[in-house]
C-alpha cells in the first residue's frame, strides 16, 4: 500500500540531503567567513541605529535658497493670511445685518406668542401637578404595605442568615488550610535570583565559530526553496493536495531554514520533520461508530451514506452491516438508489447473503420516501439501525445535489459518511470536499486502499475536510474493513 508514494518521499529525502551537503564552504572559505563577521562585529555596534544623511541634505537645500527669496516667500504668505482676515469680517457684518433686519420684522409679533405659549404652559403645570399628586398618595399607600411585608420577610429570614454565616465560616477555615498546604504563588524576589544565578552564554572565539562552519550546514530561504522543488514534485506526482503540499513545505522550512543542521544528521533531520508533519494532517480524535450507537440509546440509529458513482458504496454498506451484526446489533437497509440500473438489486444480493432486511421501492420511486418507509419500519419492528444506500451522483451536478439534500431532511441522519475511492486521488479529495460543503458529512471511508500505490487521497482528504477517516476498505470481502489509524498510513510510507 502507498508504496509508489513511500519510494519517492525517500528519493526526495536522499537528494535534499546531498545537495545541502554538497553546497556546505570547505575549510579555507569557512574560515574566511568566520573572520569577516569577527570584523564587522564593532562595526555593528559602532554605528548609530540612526543616520543623519537626510538631515545634511535638508539643510544643503535650505542654505542654497537665497534670503531675499525667502523674504519674498514670506510676505506673500502674509499678504494671503490679510486678504483671508479681510474676507472673514465682511462675512461677519453680512451676518449681523441679515440678524438685526428679522429683528425688527419679527419683534411685533414676539409678544403675543410669549403670552400664549405661558398659558398653554400653565395649564399643563396645573394638570402635571394634580397627576403627581394622585401618584404620590398611591405610592405612599404602596410603601406602607412594603414596609409591613418587608418586615414580615426579615424576621422569617433571621434564622436562615445565621446558617448561611456559620457555612461561610466553616468553608474560610477550609480556605485557610489548604492555602498552608499548598504555595499559591512563587515570590518574584527567588525567580530574579535564578535568573541572576545562571552563568551568561560562553562568546565563542574563532575557532569555536570555524569548528561550527565546518561541522553544520546553514540553508537560506532561496536555497530552501530550489531543494523542494524535488519532494514538491513527488508529493504532486502521488495525487497529494496543494492544501497538503503547502503545510509540509512550511513545516520543513521552520525545521532546517538559517539553523545549523550538523551534517552526519541532516537526513535524519529532515526525515522527522517531514514525520511529523504527515502525522498531524489527521484527526486526532478516534472515530468509533460502535461506540456511538453504545452509548447513543436512540433507536433506530440512522446512517446515510453518500458518493460518486462506482465508489464502492453498496459494498461498504454490506461491510458495516456485517460488522454491525457481529457486534449484535439488529439491521435494516434503505435501497434509496432508485436511479442506476441494478442498484436494488444488488443491495438485495448483499442483503440475502447476510440474512437482513431491504426496504425497497421500484425504480425512479422518490428515494426520500424509501429512506423514510425503511425507518418507519424498523421503528416498528425495534430494530437497531438503518443503513440507507443513496445514488451515486457526481459532486458538481446541483440537482442530484438537491435530491441529497431531500434525503438527508426526511431521514435526519444521525451519521453521514462520504465514501471516496482511495485510488482516485485529488479528484476523491475534491469530491469529499463539495459533498462536506453540502450536507456537511461526518465521516470518510475510502474503499480500495489495498490497490492504492500513490496514496495522496488517504494523506490529504482528512486535512482538507477536517472530518475523520473512519474506515478503510481493503479488499472485496465483508471482513476487508478495517479500522483507520495513523500509523497504517506512516508504516506504509516507511515512518515506523
Known sequence: MFKFLKDKIKQSISKITKRIDTEAPTEEVAAEEVKEQIKEEPKRKETPVYEETEVEEKKEETEKQGFFSRLKESFKRKGEVVQEEKEIIEEEKKVEEEAEEKEKIEAPFEKEVEEAVKEEVEKELEEERAEKEKEIEVIEKGEKHKKKEKSKIVEEEKPRKEEIKEEIKEVEEKYEELKEEVPVQIKKEELVEEEKSQPEPEKKGFFQKLKQTITTKKINEAQFEDIFYDLELALLE???????????????????????????????????????????????????????????????????????????????????????????????????????????????HHGDKLNVKVIKHDYGSDPAAVAFDAIKHASAKGSDVVLIDTAGRMHSNANLRDEMKKIIRVAKPDLKIFVGEAITGNDCVEQAKEFNNAIDIDGIILSKTDVDEKGGAAVSVSYVTKKPIIYIGTGQEYKDLKEFDDSIVMNSLGFD
Open 238 to 348: 502521488n495525487n497529494v493536495a496543494l492544501e497538503v503540499i503547502e503545510k509540509i513545505k512550511d513545516d520543513l522550512k521552520l525545521g532546517i531554514v538559517d539553523k545549523p543542521l550538523p551534517r552526519s544528521r541532516i537526513e535524519d533531520i529532515i526525515e522527522n520533520t517531514l514525520k511529523d508533519s504527515i502525522k498531524g494532517l489527521f484527526i486526532k480524535n478516534r472515530f468509533d461508530i460502535l461506540g456511538k450507537l453504545k452509548e447513543n440509546k436512540k433507536r433506530p440509529y440512522v446512517i446515510c451514506f453518500v458518493g460518486i458513482n462506482g465508489s464502492g458504496k453498496t459494498t461498504t454498506i454490506a461491510k458495516i452491516a456485517h460488522m454491525l451484526k457481529n457486534n449484535g446489533f439488529s439491521v435494516i437497509l434503505a435501497a434509496a438508489d432508485t436511479f442506476r440500473a441494478a442498484a436494488i438489486q444488488q443491495l438485495q
